[in-house]
């Protein structure tokens, strides 16, 4: 076995060295136009694409030859491998095939504001350091930016697939069942798919607060300053500060406070202030949209949707959402609270404990709220999986899942609304589970299968 896969791989190495060698040979002698003779363009899909899809296959292709060749998967880690290599297959396939990516233009739209000097467009709706990284990007045309985003939100997807792992484990899941999970989530994962076909920077801000927490508080400045990026990314990690400031660590909130203010110069140093009084104008901008759409399941946009059957003004609609914000707030304060006294996720510390229900403040507070930001409740409901004991709670905790994370998008009511509605109901489990101190009969059982 291990003769035949190191001779695989050499076969994989020869032919990788071949077509690179006769891709600089056509290119030296011919040009594009000699590449293009072996290029054809499938009329519904995007060239760029196609040829990272291709070649990052590829690359995993001969990985996977490699790490069996020199005996690098074993007992202990051929799930995780077998998993990470399954998941990423499974993606690259899927995202070849799309020849029309969303969100990326709007990013593109905002950084050649930026390189012109024009303000940023009223689409953009992050801190500035978004757009001014891509700003550099902007002379690689569109094609160009969209091939690097896409390829970046690929290395986002793997890095999740292992962080994702490890902090369930870190919750004290074990390792077979974390694997399990991770797998079976993201291979069926409706808001991933969003995330990943609009090339939305939702996973880099993921990865960026699942660090946050696994190097806490082994590594103050690296945990501040990893949460510090994702809330410049994307303006809504800021509430899990909250989770921060319960340990009173002053080093930590030094750091995070240091690591924000030196990140938010970067912008000012490219382009000055105004990106930022853009940004604050974009943000106020989002609170007075008079109408809805059905693709985004925020408080905000539910109660438009039933100001004509019910003749209620949009002024009325406003103070009605803010006082629905504020009961959100109250009551995700007082859940998190009782799972921090019962210790409901972790012994270990009080952030592993307040998480859980700050990722539902987190996505539902916003004005907006995409569906594909159910990527942010991911460990809202994964946590779930260990306090829930009681049949009619898995059958309400099922329901909320499949919402969530299985529903396809719709664009009539009331499907659409379902992802408003999941996370308030996994926030009532996580306040109706919180006693539950014992390991689940799922845990226990899934432990053992996975064990034997």
Known sequence: MKQTTHRAFQIWVVVTILVIISLIVIYLRNGMDGINLFIQQWPLSNLEITLASTSLTWILFGSLIYLLANEKINQQNVWIVAGFFLVLFVYLNIFRERFRYGDYHYYLEAATALA?????????????????????????????????????????????YFLLIQILQRYNFSQNLSVAITILFLLINVPLLKTLGFVQVNLLVMDLILLSLLTYPKNNFLSALTLALAVHLKTSPAVLVLAFLLEFNWKWLAWFAFTFILIGLFPIAINGTSPYFDYINNAFLLTQIPDTNFHDTSFDSFLRFLNPFFGIHIEQTRIIVLILKVLLLTTTLFVMYKNIQQKSFSPENKILNAVPSLFILMTLASPIVWDHHGIFTSLSFLLLLKRIDNPNHWLIFAFAYFLEFMLPSFDFFPWSYGRLFAPLTILWLLFITSKNNEPTTFINTANQMLKN
């Open 116 to 160: 012109n000097g024009q303000t940023l467009p009223d689409t953009y709706l992050y801190l500035p350091l978004w757009a001014t990284l891509i700003q550099f990007l902007v002379p690689l045309g569109d094609s160009g930016v969209l091939t690097v985003l896409w390829i970046l939100n690929i290395i986002a997807l793997s890095t999740f």
